[in-house]
Structure formats: C-alpha cells, structure tokens
C-alpha cells in the first residue's frame, strides 16, 4: 500500500521560508519521479514542481521559479520543497505524487497524502 506523509508546513509571514518533506513509503521511491502540487481554496489543484527519479532534472511552475528548490533523499524516501520568499499567494494545502517521467507536471497515478497547510500572511 503506498502511503506519502507530507510535513513542515506552517503559518510564516511574507519573505519567509519553509521546508516541507513528503516521506513515502510502499513503492520503491528510488525509481520514481517525484513532484509537489498545492491547491488554494476554491481552487483546483496545481504543479508546483518536480524532480527526476535520479535528480538529474528539476521541473518548476513559472510562479516559484527562483524561490522554490525541490530536491530528494532516496535513502531516506523523501522528497522536499524549500520554499523561499514566500508570498501570500502561496498559502495553500501541499502534496507530494509521483509524476511522469521525466519531471512532468502530470501525476502518473492517483496515490496522495493529506498534505501540509501552508499559510503566509502579509
């Protein structure tokens, strides 16, 4: 059964930083890629970003291109998204999936966790 256990997240104010971890378990996580997606209230969910299975190749939404840095720990099953300069817009409830390779903005399947609230005021 894959499970995915996002985490870090948090009320910041603006121009601050967080750094969420997405663990993952039930799948081998080495051979996957790997992305973030958040989803703002009354809105529908949206790529964030995404990286390759062997960490070759980063995948960014035009919004949190030179703010958000996503990266992985395959000995550790965990994905991660440091999130800097952080902007009210950003608030929303983050998510881990696993998407099509390379570093698409596409999940590959339907397997999500509860995700990490994000909250950045002004």
């Known amino acids: 059964q894959v499970q995915l256990v996002e985490s870090g997240g948090g009320l910041v104010q603006a121009g601050g930083s967080l750094r969420l971890s997405c663990t993952v378990s039930?799948?081998?996580?080495?051979?996957?890629?790997w992305g973030w997606f958040r989803q703002a209230p009354g809105k529908e969910r949206e790529f964030v970003a995404a990286?390759?299975?062997?960490?070759?190749?980063?995948n960014y939404a035009d919004f949190v291109k030179g703010r958000f840095t996503i990266s992985r720990d395959n000995a550790k099953s965990t994905v991660y998204l440091q999130m800097n300069g952080l902007k009210p817009e950003d608030t929303a409830v983050y998510y881990c999936?696993?998407?099509?390779?390379?570093?698409?903005?596409?999940?590959?399947?339907?397997?999500w966790g509860q995700g990490t609230q994000v909250t950045v005021s002004s």
């Open positions: 039930g799948r081998t996580f080495s051979r996957y890629a």
């Open positions: 999936a696993t998407v099509i390779p390379p570093v698409s903005d596409q999940t590959l399947d339907d397997y």
């Open positions: 990286i390759s299975w062997n960490d070759e190749h980063t």
